[in-house]
């Protein structure tokens, strides 16, 4: 069992492993006459790394905005279950809530186009990760004197861990604007742990990167499920890495759930494989990585000679 040597936990959850986290149950999302999401249902397991993938405009990004309070579906239910350090249990219905109160629940989310200040530096980006975690008021935090400032040095130490685990220390005090772009999706990823989520979403972290930069990303992502013991849902493309990292896999296609499961029973199934397969616009990468998988599969199929 790994371990993080670090005085703060960055998993906000007590639920214990293999618990039911995330409930999505029925959801059907409409903009218009458009069905962007149609009768969606799974479950987030605790101490997973679950990705959700699917052609472009499958509606991956919509369930994501669905879970964090962005979007509000017209049918179905989100549920979160939590857990106190007593084992209590409580369970939140998500579907109506406004993202802050969502936020407040531990649910923590980076977004496909970099959503940072970039004025700010790597450190006070971070520091925004704990808003829902102070108290004092306004007065108090533009005087930055007693209470305040105690409550602040505290936060800080949890910032200075998550620096750490992400290797952001070169470029702490770097305004965001001036720092490459696999580094600021870095420091994205971090302002999300800061919040020490129940639950992280992860939409397309990896995307515009190259394969330096996708790989240093799922080291980290790695490190943060398995380090820090957070649960992960995953938006990715990359279809190796999402093979690689994830212990359960969700398809989405024109807005439906074609297929749920382990990694190895999505790769092998047809519909995934149709799915991809058949999108003449889709990523040569992401052709070549399914074909290869099924080859694989078939061949372990195949009787043996003797």
Known sequence: MLTRAYQHSLNGSHLPQGEPLLRVE??????????????????????HVHAIIGPNGA????????????????????????????????????????????ARLRVARSFQNIELFAHLTVLENLMLGRHIHMNHSVLASMLWFGPARKQEIEHRQLVEEVIDLLQLQAHRAKPVGSLAYGIQKRVELGRALCIQPALLLLDEPMAGMNSEEKEDMARYILDVHELAGVTVVLIEHDMNVVMDISDRVSVLDFGRLIADGTPDEVKANPDVIEAYLGSEGEDPAVREALATATAAQESLQEPRDG
């Open 26 to 47: 029925g959801v059907s999302l409409r903009f218009g006459g458009v069905k962007a999401l149609t009768d969606i249902s799974f479950t987030v397991t605790q101490g």
């Open 59 to 102: 509606g991956k990004s919509s369930l994501l905005n669905c879970i964090s309070g962005i979007y509000h579906p017209q049918e179905g239910q989100i549920r979160l279950q939590s857990a106190d350090e007593a084992g209590t249990r409580t369970m939140s219905t998500l579907t109506q809530l406004p993202p802050f109160k969502i």
